[in-house]
């Protein structure tokens, strides 16, 4: 496409100032905040701009750090959308009362992606009149607010968290959010007990170290022994538990992992200074314990925190939906939540609105917009007797349909139900550090026993000891540090860049990958329709002509209107009508102007010329009988994609395009941008088998993807990605969540990955290479407790200072 | 020396305190949310007032008076 390319040369691509997007070639928005004019991409980003600047919480920009999300623009008034929440018996729902007569409701908030939305929030609820406290929640995306009811209503503060962007919605506890809540609960007093006995533990063992060295009385050693110990075996006990119990649970299944070296030390050398304590001889290594304990569980603590800063994992296609709809009853249409929706109802679809229910239209003509399913972006047009999906939006006029069933029999529910499905086939490769362990763990065995029986037969009484001292001077912290030390650190490292890492392992799994599979749609591209060519056929300029087809675009929400949204539109047209499947018809001083499908056009005028080419999505604009232009509309490509898909390549990666639309659009744009393998139409199910039949082959498989559509493939994928945009369904499936608009940020990610994985490898050559040596100390029996607390204390710092080589 | 025997209980007594305390304040719901908390002290003041102030929020010094 010429036109695009040359407007990109011209200007140096600008990232949007709120979502941080590219904006788009032709698009120039500016709001000025904090004295400065600041570029936007689209008009959502510019009213959510202009009200954060109006209301003076600019220092949002200043302290943020990620980008926010791109909001939805509608021209449809959403605020009224809300008033269903003002209706009692929804809002007990999430809602209760108190004692004063104040409310307390708990919201969940999609689009929060850093604290300062936290902040942001906080400070405009404040600013709403009778809004007594307002507290949000980053790691849940949760708002709980307390208001006086005679003050302001529900609804009042949902139109407001939308107004900024963010998409609010009852927050209903579920199990799984309940159980992370528990989970992270546990962890921490894990880690606090586990540190405050390394505390005090280790301010006794620093005594019997001294007196090792410089000699002390036996009483007091034994004191200082016997008070050792109950606070070991309290930390062992309590936070070493689920060491014991993963260890145990995979050995029933046959499989060695790293938890079994972990919970053999910390076992073995608990129970031998035990006995040492008991029998007042040989030596104790609680601190060497303790010490152990604290390190792998805040080692693992820090893995998981940077894995759950964002959860999108509680956000499911039903919550896509709308809240409130229109329903007959009694003659009247009255707003009521969606979920009474029963099968037999009749409900109102409003132009714009996302389809509450699978219902069959049983008046008007409309078009429903169904990327959700097919990722096309030109609407299906209804008519009576049709059915549209839940999750859809109508693009058309208002519709009016026949509910017929409620949400779990619906599409959407069952595209939600592959999402699960999909989940539980997802292959887990191998980790690195569970093969090693399984490596590790039968050499130390082995060696074990060598050193116990060349012992016996040298000096029985000296036997059990050195061989012990063997198993905890190998003890393998390091070894067990040295995964979740790297993927943290490279995991922090890829956030301070804009992509957040979700999946557990999904970095060793990227490290690996042998294909790279793109979806089109608002994947490669931008997902929205623009203006890539303009055929005068009658001597006006370019401009002049856009600017007329921009004011009669104005009377139609079709798709096809937003391409010209960001344009100036020309004025004094009136008695604008939106023709369902044709075009738009307007008059301006008493002429009638058309734009729209050539068959439209020629109604007016006979000798209406046939569009330049196929290539485009063409309409044609004419005045009176004159035939004005065909102006060529285009999904952009996405700047950066051709290069994405040469790098990819010369990593060595095979790339395919996986797509839903039909159109063959899609050879072209793989004809573009170098693409060999091409699966054109494909629905959600068919993207998912061609990735489970590359992994049967062997391949290791990294997806990118957008939509609801995409959302299955993204979670059976080995890596996954969800770009910038994306529904929140494909985020809470994806390992990699990217922000800002840049799909190079993928192959970062994979550079990092590959780097981690390189870290890994020589954390564990380290790791091994301790052991190997200090292992034969040991077994000669030269090796000290308070040297072997040195030791595996030394050796751990140098793999997590090695790791910390990834944040650069 | 023989103070040992008096001291070390009592630091125990005083380290069971302290977990105590910790493991009452995870409970609450205390540590629930790291990072806001980790960046809100980092904030301008209005912050920890947006969420007490039962009036307007005082606007930031810093805004609100822009074009």
New interface residues.
Partial sequence: MPVATEALALAPPLACYHCGELVPPGVDLRVVIGGTEQPMCCPGCRAVASLIAANGLDNFYRQRTAYSERPQYTEVDTADQFRVYDDARLADTFSSTDTEGLVHASLLLGGMTCAACTWLVEQSMAAIRGVTQALVSLQQARLDIQFDPDQCRLSDIFARLDSLGYRPRPFQTSAARQQSTAEHRTDLRRLAVAGLGMMQVGMFAIALHAGDIQGMEARYQALLRWVSLPVAAFVVYYCARPFFSSAWRHLRQGALVMDLPVALAIGLAFAASTWATFTGTGQVYFDSVVMFTFFLLLARFLERRVRQRQMFAWLDAESSLPGAVNMRRDERWVAVPRIQLRAGDTVLLKPGETVPVDAEVTWGNGAVQEDTFNGEHLPRSVASGDTVYAGTVNVGDALQARVLGDYCDSRLAALQLSVEVAQTKKPRLAQLADRMASWFVGRLLLVTSATAAIWLYLAPEKAFWITLSVLVISCPCALALATPAALTNAANALRARGVIVRGENALESLSKCTHLLLDKTGTLTEGALSIARVVPLEGMDREELLDAAAALQQFSNHPVSRAFASRTAARGFTQGEHRLGAGIEAQRAGVTYRTGSAEFCRELVPAFPDPPDEDLYWIGLCRGDTALAWIGLDDTVRPEAADVIAQARQLGLEVELLTGDSSTQALRLAASLAIETVHRNQTPQQKMARVQALQGTGAVVAMVGDGLNDAPVLSVADASFAVPGATDLARSQADFVISGGDLRKIIETLHKARHCRAVIRQNFTWALGYNICAIPLAAMGYVQPWAAAIGMSLSSLLVVANSLRLNR | ?DS??LL??I??VF?VI??RL??WA??SGQ??????E???I???D??S??????E??R??P???D??
């Avoid at chain 2, 540590?31 to 806001?36: E, G, S, V």
């Avoid at chain 2, 007032?49 to 039962?54: K, L, M």
């Fill in positions: 020396m040992l025997y070390i209980p630091a125990l380290c302290a977990i910790l493991l995870i409970g540590y629930d949310d790291l990072d806001k980790a960046w809100r980092l904030a301008d209005d912050a007032e947006a969420s007490s102030s039962s307007q929020g606007r930031p810093a805004a609100g822009g074009p």
